[in-house]
């Protein structure tokens, strides 16, 4: 069962526009979510993260939504750039259950930004 | 500072075949793990070490061993490949193993099981 989803395999947008990653979750419990970026060939990097005590938290260029009586978050990027194409995973984790091993991603969404 | 680096990038084994995958992270982090990553799959725990001299087995342990030999390197062991562990290979290394802990990757090892 995915707790984690990540329901669009891909997203294709113009530069300058924003981009809009979508993850559902289905356990209530958890209560901090993280964003990971990776490019091919790399490892993921860590984006952004938010805990469920916030709705929205930004960095830049990158903006957090967390939904918590829908299950959703959104990642926003807005202006997206061509350096943006990657692949972006959602993840999830909650208090008490251990420590961040017990993190749980998503399938990831491939962004493409074209030029 | 390198961050986390793994050995070998790429390997290709025939089935029965052993191996071991290489993980090093030079950031004086408590905490290791192994994931796999398979073609429309997110990543997937194999083992963690929540600190040097402990291991505990993740989400996908079968098949694998693993050793933390000192803090900074812990090693991956296939004893005998199969072609179900055909994947990719990440190691990711954090401070401490809390839930809001930010985990750092690296490159990833490439292996096909023939």
């Known amino acids: 069962d995915q707790q984690v989803k990540q329901n669009s395999p891909s997203l294709s947008v113009q530069e300058g526009r924003i981009s809009i990653l979508n993850c559902d979750y289905t356990?209530?419990?958890?209560?901090?979510f993280l964003w990971y970026k990776k490019y091919p060939a790399e490892g993921p990097t860590f984006l952004i993260s938010?805990?469920?005590?916030?709705d929205k938290n930004e960095d830049g260029r990158f903006t957090v939504f967390l939904n918590k009586s829908a299950k959703h978050l959104s990642l926003h990027i807005v202006p997206s750039q061509p350096g943006d194409s990657a692949v972006y995973f959602c993840?999830?984790?909650?208090?008490?259950?251990?420590?961040?091993?017990?993190?749980?991603f998503g399938k990831g969404t491939k962004l493409t930004v074209n030029p | 500072n390198a961050g986390v680096t793994q050995t070998p990038k790429f390997q290709v084994l025939k089935t029965g075949q052993s191996m071991t995958l290489q993980c090093a992270q030079d950031m004086n982090h408590n905490s290791m793990y192994w994931y796999r990553q398979d073609p429309g799959m997110g990543l997937r725990l194999i083992y963690y070490?929540?600190?040097?001299?402990?291991?505990d087995k993740g989400e996908v342990p079968n098949g694998y061993n693993v050793s933390r030999l000192n803090k900074r390197e812990f090693s991956l062991r296939l004893e005998s490949a199969a072609p179900s562990q055909t994947s990719v290979y990440f190691c990711?290394?954090?401070?401490?193993?809390?839930?809001?802990?930010?985990?750092?990757f690296g490159p990833g090892t490439r292996l096909t099981v023939l």
């Open positions: 070490s929540a600190s040097e001299g402990t291991t």
């Open positions: 356990n209530s419990m958890f209560d901090y």
């Open positions: 938010i805990s469920s005590i916030k």
């Open positions: 993840a999830a984790s909650r208090y008490g259950q251990g420590g961040s091993e017990k993190l749980v």
């Open positions: 990711a290394s954090s401070e401490v193993v809390t839930y809001t802990d930010t985990q750092y």
